[in-house]
């Protein structure tokens, strides 16, 4: 599977992989998370639910809050 992740080519040996398993691959830990596939957001609760396809655009944005 093909798919672009924050505009970077990415090649998975899966054929279909959910919002949970990549952001478990590719180690993303980080508590507060946005994520977009194909310009739209996902909501947390469908993470383990949404499955990505060969093509998709992905975008994992890090929240940050401070003063």
Not at 35 to 52: Q, R
Not at 57 to 64: A, E, I, P
């Amino acid at each position: 599977m093909k798919i672009t992740l924050n505009n970077r080519p990415e090649l998975f040996d899966f054929k279909k992989i959910t919002v949970t398993k990549l952001l478990e691959h590719k180690n993303y830990t980080f508590k507060m998370l946005v994520i977009k596939v194909n310009g739209k957001l996902v909501k947390k609760d469908a993470y383990d639910s949404f499955e990505l396809n060969d093509g998709d655009d992905v975008t994992v944005l890090h929240l940050v809050s401070g003063g």
